[in-house]
């Protein structure tokens, strides 16, 4: 496979292919340049044509307490209360900006996700 920019839908899947071909291909070597060299492009084209949308923030505290092995007692000190980490988690109140401060710099959970809109279940009381 000559390497050439990667401009379809068709060019995408045969650089996905090469890469599945040269995936074990020793660093330094011919094929291992070329793999990395076919990386990069697909990664920009993945970027441009499919690019991923950051998770909503309550999915992002909920990924970031299970790579960490963190329970809902672990985040009082970003959140509040016991009560306040369920009706966080449980999406009954939002994050407050300084929720989100904490958060950001207690557990590096980027304040650009944590921001975000996302769905609350407000109570009619």
């Known amino acids: 496979m000559d390497i050439k920019p990667i401009r379809t839908e068709t060019d995408y899947e045969n650089a996905l292919a090469e890469i599945n071909r ?11 340049d070329k793999l990395e060299i076919l990386i990069a492009l697909v ?22 307490m299970e790579s960490q092995s963190l329970n809902r007692s672990d985040l009082e000190p970003f959140i509040g209360s016991r009560a306040r980490v369920s009706e966080v988690l449980n999406r009954k109140r939002p994050l407050s900006l300084n929720m989100i401060r904490k958060l950001q710099s207690g557990l590096g959970i980027p304040a650009d996700v944590l921001i975000q809109r996302y769905e609350v279940e407000m109570s009619e009381a």
């Open 22 to 32: 040269l995936w074990l291909a020793e660093a330094g070597s011919s094929d291992g």
């Open 43 to 64: 990664e920009a084209y993945e970027e441009k044509h499919h690019p991923i949308p950051p998770p909503d923030p309550v999915e992002a505290i909920i990924h970031m």
